[in-house]
């Protein structure tokens, strides 16, 4: 008779018995019928001095150096602070002052496990040895014997243990980096060791056999799990499960309808890998979708049937149908819901024959992946005109006509920012807060994130948010430029970690476009071309269902792409090349307006270099229009703007977090670093001296001179709490202030895509994020999980990225008042109302109605209608004047509100506003806190900054003498317990009158 799967569990005794505690951060193990073991948790990490006795692992000599508890999955410099060895190496300038510790010595992790299974003892199960990532180059030894080496981080290697293992005596695993010359040829985070919004380590990998050169490095350590596996004789082991949709219809330019669309097939590989001895069986694959009573066209079950396979790598493909009756489509947020469905595949073993009185033992394998149904198509014909859709069903190559997203039929204004890595230091990376990273992006109206090609491949809950939130990932390969340390190269190495990484993550509904690499210009006849003919050909090879594109920015292809969905085609990927890196016509990056007005690892000492970099920057203010007469929407020539974004720095919380008290100020409270080429506005300079705040990247000096003025009531050269937080507060708003003036003029133009340089920081400083540094608790003082958000992640919320708004600005010839209400419903039209009111700075906080009028737009994204004011006004002066642009919906929803930006803060005249606040004592139903916030006069960009772990329902808002109620909003129900004590003890709120110009 037929009994269910026996398991044969191994027994495992690690360095402690401390349970996995972030099943976010694992990838998805090699399923078997076997036990899977995971080795996470503390280990041991020894470091000795370079030498030949550390080859065998650092014990040939009995005497370490250093030996510390370690965690995996980790990294080296989070292990040290743990330990106790250093202090948070963000501390002034620890990372710097301690680097000798990381990088001349020869480190060695190492854990101890048994084995008690007979059949891996027996030789009738294989033991696989999985580590899934490892960062930096590391030689692999099970019980001194050398197994292999690692030199790619995002590539999961696998090791046999066959001959290895003593009996059921105690086995070493030992991971040693530094002692062989392993070259990592850039296979690791481009990030790491410094970036224009990075830490600068002046540490870099020293191997001979490097092919592409010294490259910037950081830390190290194991940064995955590492596991075990047992796979049973004649049996397999899943690799990898890849469930590609495709959608069975006509070309859709309009939204479809659950239950009535052409449905979807779903192709289905299972990877395999097969013990010596080969395996049959049969492989049956299922979706959680089922079938519907009635439709016979519903087939969720598939089987191969009999099948052997060979000793090795193997791969089985089915086809699962999903029909319109028995499924709900994906939608990205805003425009409906993400559901998602199962696909499980499971291997049966052929039965053998049993003794008389033994039962048959069925060792199946099963593996899981959800899948969401969406069809997407990167859109660069002009799809509105039927006759050339019919008519290029089948072309090959993409169009210039333009490039944005269409979902499920529907239009789509892609709107959101690049996301770089949330830490240079692994040993703090965390599935929390990457879902809460991803939560704040769609609360703030964001529907794509980019996954920026000089990072990592991300943790499995970013996309699992993504998914479940309805967020959209435009993903760069990990390259960065076309020359470097860290471009492509066409080897066995790299060519395993594309395939990896594309059948680990593909199966994700919210991953809609996978491109090469980040500002490398893919040109024919050059070395670029190997993005083309190797690193998108064999993206192209393992995901058929996806959109390609050669970079980003990217000019399309000539061939290799169906031209409606831009999805491969099995034809050769061919390129136009040339252009610039920032501007590939229909794509485009660009422009930044940079730190500056100090000394500083990057910008220059000149103010001027903030909006006048030589970078095609520029704000003015008003926002200037360059014509109300141009036409909007996607039948007409579009661009998607994938980079563009302003500096700013992070708040006086994260900030002062990193800084010794002395040190709480924009200039550290000493005397600057001498910097190379002060006056090189873009780029990195070689700084020496020992103040802190000239490695935080940028100086905030010039920007606030700008807009804020020479004399207002802060000095930037004072060091204090008090100091440090008037200057961060108006960085901050120089920030947002600025680029929300860049937003309303793109809005203006006939652009599909705004992806904002970027969404977040990687540690405290003056960067280009939204979001501060957010890591878990316990590392860093004055972080928030997931991060905090600045005052321009407000105005994303309030208005910038929201489907509707109306803005006033000026035409930039002549200078004549106008206005615009811009639609980006996805293909939905707009009726509604725009109201703008005005409030005298110096009076009572009674609004005065300056305009309000009924409004209609077509269907968007892309509709746009322009107005003035009533009977040819001017805008109103600034100086003492606030404007408030208010649009309400059909609903009578306030669907976007914000303040129009008459002038510069140095020109804004108020009176001194005493806001204060009271919290509630006790928490909404919801989680949510209520805080009664006051001002007895008209208050302008009032903000609140806390401690305590979430956002704000608003923030750096308007008051006009008056008392509104805000939300504090809990990021997790892990801190809502203490969020109300720290809510009170530690919140303040500032406003511009405060800081103002004098």
């Keep these: 008779m037929l009994t269910s799967a026996l398991f044969i569990v191994l027994a495992v005794a690690s360095a402690s018995a401390e349970p996995p505690t972030d099943l976010g951060l694992r990838d998805a193990p090699i399923e078997t019928s ?67 510790l990381w990088t001349d010595n020869v480190w060695t992790y190492s854990t101890q496990f048994t084995v008690a299974s007979a059949a891996v003892l027996a030789g009738d199960s294989t033991l696989l040895l999985v580590l899934d990532g490892v960062k930096m180059g590391a030689t692999i030894r099970l019980n001194g014997h050398v197994v292999g080496s690692v030199s790619d981080q995002f590539l999961r290697y696998t090791f046999t243990a066959v001959g290895l293992l003593p009996g059921t005596a105690a086995n070493r695993l030992d991971i040693t980096f530094g002692v062989d010359d392993i070259a990592e040829d850039g296979r690791f985070m481009g990030c790491s060791g410094g970036w224009d919004w990075a830490p600068y380590s002046y540490t870099t990998t020293n191997s001979s056999n490097a092919t592409t050169g010294a490259a910037s490095t950081f830390s190290k350590g194991v940064w995955k799990s ?18 590609h949709t495709k959608y069975g219809g006509v070309y859709p330019v309009e939204p479809l309808v659950d239950g009535d669309h052409g449905g979807f097939t779903v192709n289905v590989t299972a990877h395999l890998w097969v013990p010596p001895g080969g395996a049959s069986g049969s492989l049956a694959v299922s979706g959680s ?30 086809q699962l149908t999903a029909t319109a009756a028995q499924i709900k489509l994906w939608w990205p947020v805003g425009v409906g819901e993400q559901p998602l469905y199962n696909v499980t595949a499971t291997w049966t073993p052929t039965p053998t024959e049993p003794a ?112 479940e939130y309805g967020v959209l990932v435009y993903h760069d390969m990990q ?65 058929q269902s996806r959109v390609v594109w050669p970079s980003s920015p990217g000019p399309g292809w000539i061939s290799g792409v169906n031209r409606l969905y831009v999805t491969p085609n099995g034809s050769p990927l061919t390129v136009h090349g040339g252009g610039h890196i920032w501007n590939q016509g229909i794509e485009s990056h660009a422009p930044y307006q940079l730190g500056s007005g100090w000394p500083t690892v990057n910008g220059g000492v000149k103010d001027g270099c903030f ?66 080429e002060p006056k090189m506005c873009l780029g990195e ?121 109306a803005t006033c600005g000026v035409l930039s010839k002549g200078g004549k008042p106008q206005c615009y209400l811009s639609n980006h419903r996805a293909s939905r039209p707009f009726a509604g109302t725009v109201t703008l009111t005005t409030y005298d700075h110096f009076g009572n906080g009674a609004g005065k109605q300056l305009l309000h009028t009924n409004m209609s737009l077509p269907q968007g994204p892309g509709a746009i209608a322009w107005f003035g004011l009533p009977d040819g006004q001017p805008l109103p002066l600034g100086n003492e004047t606030a404007l408030i642009s208010t649009v309400h919906d059909e609903q009578g929803v306030v669907v976007s509100e914000h303040m129009v930006q008459l002038v510069t803060p140095k020109f804004i005249r108020v009176p001194d506003a005493t806001v204060s606040f009271t919290i509630s004592d006790v928490a909404n139903t919801d989680g949510t806190i209520d805080i009664a916030v006051t001002s007895d006069k008209v208050a302008l960009w009032v903000t609140l900054t806390t401690l305590a772990q979430g956002r704000f329902s608003d923030n750096a808002f308007f008051l006009p003498a008056t008392t509104t109620t805000i939300k504090f909003v809990p990021f997790s129900i892990v801190t809502a317990t203490d969020d109300l004590a720290l809510l009170k003890a530690s919140l303040r709120a500032e406003d511009y009158s405060m800081y103002r110009s004098l």
């Design 34 to 100: 076997g036990a899977i073991v995971y080795l996470d948790g503390e280990w041991t990490a020894s470091a000795m001095p370079p030498s030949p006795d550390a080859r065998d692992g650092g014990h040939a000599s009995g005497h370490a150096a250093l030996n510390i508890s370690a965690r995996v999955p980790g990294d080296l410099i989070t292990d040290l602070q743990r330990a106790g060895v250093i202090p948070d190496p963000w501390l002034d300038l620890t990372w710097i002052q301690k680097s000798a």
């Design 611 to 676: 909006d006048n970099a030589g970078t095609g920057n520029g704000v003015s203010v008003p926002v200037s229009f360059s014509s109300s007469e141009a036409p909007g929407g996607v039948a007409y020539k579009n661009i998607y703007a994938s980079e563009f974004g302003t500096g700013g720095s992070s708040s006086f919380e994260s900030m002062s977090g990193t800084l010794s008290p002395q040190h709480w100020g924009l200039h550290g409270g000493m005397a600057p670093d001498n910097c190379s």
């Design 226 to 243: 590492v596991y075990l596996v047992e796979v049973p004789k004649a049996t397999v082991a899943i690799t990898h499960l890849t469930p």
């Design 289 to 318: 979708w089922g079938s519907t009573t009635g439709d016979s066209r519903g087939n969720a079950d598939a089987s191969s049937g009999a099948t052997s396979l060979p000793a090795g790598d193997s791969k089985i493909s089915l």
């Design 685 to 805: 300079h070689t700084c020496t001296g020992e103040n802190p705040m000239t490695q935080r990247n940028y100086g905030c000096d010039g920007q606030i001179r700008l807009y804020w003025g020479n004399q207002t009531a802060v000095d930037l050269t004072a060091t204090g709490a008090a100091s440090f937080k008037g200057q961060t507060y108006q960085c901050q708003l120089v920030q947002a202030f600025v680029l929300k003036n860049v937003y309303e003029a793109r809005r203006a133009k006939n652009q599909f895509g705004h992806l904002i340089w970027m969404l977040n920081e990687i540690w405290p400083t003056v960067g280009w994020g939204s979001l501060e540094y957010g890591p878990p608790p316990g590392y860093t003082p004055g972080q928030v999980r997931g991060g905090r958000w600045k005052p321009i992640h407000y105005f994303y919320k309030r208005s910038l990225m929201t489907d509707v708004m």
């Design 479 to 543: 390259y960065n430029g076309g020359s470097g340390p860290h471009v492509a190269m066409a080897t066995s190495t790299q060519e395993a970690e594309l395939r990896h990484q594309i059948r680990r993550l593909s199966h994700h509904p919210s991953i809609v476009l996978w491109d090469s690499c980040n500002e490398c210009v893919v040109t024919p006849n050059t070395t670029t071309i190997v993005y083309a003919t190797f690193v998108m050909t064999i993206v192209a090879q393992e995901d």
């Design 356 to 467: 008389a009185t033994t039962a048959i033992v069925v060792n199946t394998a099963t593996a899981t992946r959800r899948l969401g149904f969406r069809v997407f198509a990167l859109v660069t014909i002009n799809d509105t005109d039927a006759a050339y859709v019919a008519a290029n069903a089948s072309a090959d190559g993409t169009e210039k006509h333009g490039m944005f997203f269409r979902v499920n039929g529907a239009a789509i204004y892609s709107r959101g920012a690049n996301m770089v890595p949330m830490d240079e230091l692994e040993g703090r990376m965390d599935g929390l807060a990457h879902r809460i990273l991803v939560k704040s992006s769609a609360d703030a109206g964001m529907n794509t994130l980019r996954v920026w090609g000089g990072g990592i491949f991300y943790p499995t809950e970013f996309y699992e948010a993504c998914d």
